[in-house]
Nanobody, 126 residues
Framework: QVQLVESGGGLVQAGGSLRLSCAAS????????MGWFRQAPGKEREFVAAISRSGDNTKSADSVKGRFTISRDNAKNMVYLQMNSLKPEDTAVYYC???????????????????WGQGTQVTVSS
């Protein structure tokens, strides 16, 4: 079992930055691919970014590429999402997720993830 707790959300103006954090507890953190997803009101939960177990590989959605960066610290059981140049369309609840599969190519699919956090709200004003 893995417990995930997100933090760092809030209200920011367009063009601003936020850094989301996700603290993991439970089984060996380095054994999990980690991902960030988001869900806006009335929309499905969508992939934002993922990072491999070692941190050597990352991927991100086209909508955030060049603006968002995912990283992890296996010594601290933490994963981060640095969000720059925020836009109003980035407004959503952001979720951290952990996947026990080693298939990183599939890390953009929600079905790959075994554990989810409770989410943190990010609101970007225009």
């Amino acid at each position: 079992q893995v417990q995930l707790v997100e933090s760092g959300g809030g209200l920011v103006q367009a063009g601003g930055s936020l850094r989301l954090s996700c603290a993991a507890s439970g089984r060996t953190f380095s054994g999990y691919t980690m991902g960030w997803f988001r869900q806006a009101p009335g929309k499905e939960r969508e992939f934002v970014a993922a990072i491999s177990r070692s941190g050597d590989n990352t991927k991100s959605a086209d909508s955030v590429k060049g603006r968002f960066t995912i990283s992890r610290d296996n010594a601290k059981n933490m994963v981060y999402l640095q969000m720059n140049s925020l836009k109003p369309e980035d407004t959503a609840v952001y979720y951290c997720a952990a996947s026990g599969t080693s298939w990183f190519l599939g890390s953009q699919y929600r079905s790959q993830y075994d554990y989810w956090g409770q989410g943190t709200q990010v609101t970007v004003s225009s």
